[in-house]
């Protein structure tokens, strides 16, 4: 068996949702130049008491189904997060419990928005060596829960929800290449620093701007590394499933594969940054409206805190 490939998908957003008009009567700012400068509508957000956790498991359930069988083979749970629950124990221990599954192994993979590609391409190692045969990968992030609503040029971003794929040992493709790199140089550029403001809880500190361009250069140069050696050319990619960061990131990406934007996979409208599950989300929602077919090519990539950026080129 050389592949793991994507046997199911599921996704779960919370109930509630704060619109550009919400965040207008937080702090200055407008729906107008939050659409242009960043194409968000409006983000779900955790209600009081919703976890992490909560969500990975639901995402979980819904690519689950009422599947008992497959759920019983599930023999390793991945979870890409950056808002646990709690410091420890980890989100993955907290959907193992909850998905009644006893001893299997669980964990946490922490590299913030590309967390789902570093989840994905541990996977596909472990079923690459024959390890495990059957893997519960998510993504899931509340990002509203370490969001600063008093900084107009951040707060505007983010979102929270999760996705689940399960992969599974195959002769067929599936995963054909994973790229995962690092660059931790510039940590304050984007991070969550440890030592909190009196009685405030830690929240995102980001340069934006700073941020903003070496994501593009990052991720332009990702597109060519991964093509490379693959087989394939960029004409030969259905849907491109990007990290939902920024409508115009993602434009300059399309623009470097020569693919219309009606061949990507757009939910940041909608969802906003969910970081680790904003991937697995646009998958979801690329599979259960139709637009990825059985047999197409996806290009996933992402770039995130750390510095940390990755990709994988997948046959569905
Ligand atoms: O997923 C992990 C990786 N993260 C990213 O890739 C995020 C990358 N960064 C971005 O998406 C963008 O930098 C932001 C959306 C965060 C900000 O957009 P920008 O075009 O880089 O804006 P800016 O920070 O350069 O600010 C431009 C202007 C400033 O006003 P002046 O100084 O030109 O008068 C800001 O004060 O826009 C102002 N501004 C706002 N105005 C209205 C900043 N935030 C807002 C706001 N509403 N919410």
Known sequence: MKFSK??????????????NKDLEQIFDTSDEWIQTRTGIQQRHIVEEGQKTSDLAFAAAQDALGDNDSLKNQIDLILVATTTPDKIFPSVAC???????????????????????????????????SGVYKKILVIGADSMSTITDYSDRSNA?????GAGAVIVEASDEPGIIKNI???????????HVPRESKENQPNTIEMQGNAVFKIAVNTLDQIVDETLKGSGYEKKDI??????????????????????????VIVTINKHGNTSAASIPLALNEGIKTGRIQKGQLI???????GFTWGSSLVRI
């Open 238 to 263: 259905d849907w491109l499933v990007p990290h939902q960061a920024n409508i115009r990131i993602l434009q300059a990406t399309a623009k470097k594969l020569d693919m219309s934007m009606d061949h």
């Open 180 to 190: 995962i790199n690092s660059n931790g140089e510039h940590e304050e550029l984007l």
């Open 6 to 19: 994507f046997v199911a998908y599921g996704s779960y957003l919370p109930k509630k949702i704060l619109t």
């Open 94 to 128: 907290a959907v193992q419990r909850k998905l009644n599954l006893k001893n299997i192994p669980a964990f946490d993979i922490q590299a913030v928005c590309s967390g789902f590609i570093y989840a994905l391409a541990t996977a596909d190692s472990f079923i690459r």
């Open 156 to 160: 505007i971003l983010w979102g929270d």
């Open 299 to 305: 290009l996933m990539e992402a770039f995130g805190g």
